[in-house]
């Protein structure tokens, strides 16, 4: 594939990316509504990796099962896992809008592991402004939220350590991947992580109820197409041809859309200090990434 083709490919999967990143969290808490949050994640991931392993078998692509790939499998499922386990209990107590400004300190965790496990980005002085502001932003929304009571606490405390997760396993992959494609990648992770899952959801969900709310199926389904498949080979694929610090710039976007999403169609409120502490953050995520930008190549050749 020549630069161009290549280029064009990358930003429209980049451009997927933000419109699931911006859309899943407002779905996340509409798919438990009705339902205990265990088995809505359980549901998505099932209808995800059914979606997948048939995407597999249509286009002919055999899943990769050597040392290498398995590796990556292992590192996309615990994230997969743990992260979306995490963000699911932690969405119950905060608003979506909220979930996404969390995550929209993705690249300041990424580009710490980056430098501290595996020596793949150098530290300067902008990193260490940006992580400082994005912290700051961060405290200043906990701060409204303890107010709030325990239970939203709980829910920052357990979506930022899903952040956590979600950025190590991006730089584990971005360490190992050799060239698996996206669709395998998802695939692989999708299914190591479903036994996961599916105990999880034999152990500890509560009943399914005799009927289940419309939207909540169209969020589960929508989840399990978009979210768990599309989003993740858009993601991988980008992952493949980027930085993982590049990648996650994408949450200088997604934290507005989801605070403006959840607003319009979920009616949650958005305070001074929450506009604030977001605004904070975003101006972290610049400071952090802009000399980098500068002197980062974009794509592979």
């Known amino acids: 594939m020549n630069t161009n083709n290549k280029l064009f490919g990358v930003i429209i999967a980049y451009l997927i990316v933000i419109i699931i990143w911006s859309t899943t969290p407002l779905a996340i808490k509409w798919s438990a509504v009705g339902v205990d949050f265990i088995t809505g994640v359980s549901a998505r991931m099932l209808i995800g990796t059914l979606l997948a392993l ?34 699911y209990f932690g969405a119950q107590y905060i608003s979506s809008g909220l979930v996404s400004v969390i995550f929209g300190l993705a690249p ?87 036994p996961l899952f599916l105990v999880s959801f034999y152990t500890f969900a509560n009943p399914i109820p005799d009927e289940i709310p419309v939207r909540t ?24 041809n980027l930085t993982a610090s590049t990648v996650a710039l994408a949450t200088l976007i997604t934290p507005v859309t989801a605070l403006l999403l959840g607003n ?28 980098g930008m500068k002197s980062r190549q974009l794509i592979k050749k």
């Open 54 to 87: 048939t995407l597999c078998l249509l286009w002919q692509k055999k899943l990769p099962m050597d040392k290498n790939a398995l590796t990556v499998y292992a590192i996309s499922s615990t994230a997969i896992y743990g992260s979306m386990m995490l963000v």
């Open 108 to 194: 300041i965790f990424t580009s710490w592991f980056a430098i501290h496990f595996f020596g793949l980005e150098k530290f300067n002085l902008g990193k260490f402004l940006g992580a400082i502001l994005g912290i700051a932003g961060l405290a200043f929304i906990f701060r409204e939220q303890i107010n709030l009571g325990q239970n939203a606490y709980l829910g920052i405390v357990t979506v930022l350590i899903a952040v956590m997760m979600h950025a190590i396993s991006a730089v584990g992959i971005k360490q190992v991947n050799k060239e698996i494609p996206a669709l395998q990648v998802t695939t692989g992770g999708l299914a190591f992580s479903l």
């Open 217 to 240: 199926l169209a969020a589960i389904i929508y989840l399990g197409i978009m979210g768990s498949v599309v989003g993740f080979v858009s993601y991988y694929y980008v992952l493949a």
């Open 264 to 291: 319009i169609f979920n009616h949650e409120s958005i305070s001074n200090a929450t506009w604030n502490g977001t605004g904070l953050i975003l101006l972290g995520l610049i400071v952090h990434q802009f000399k």
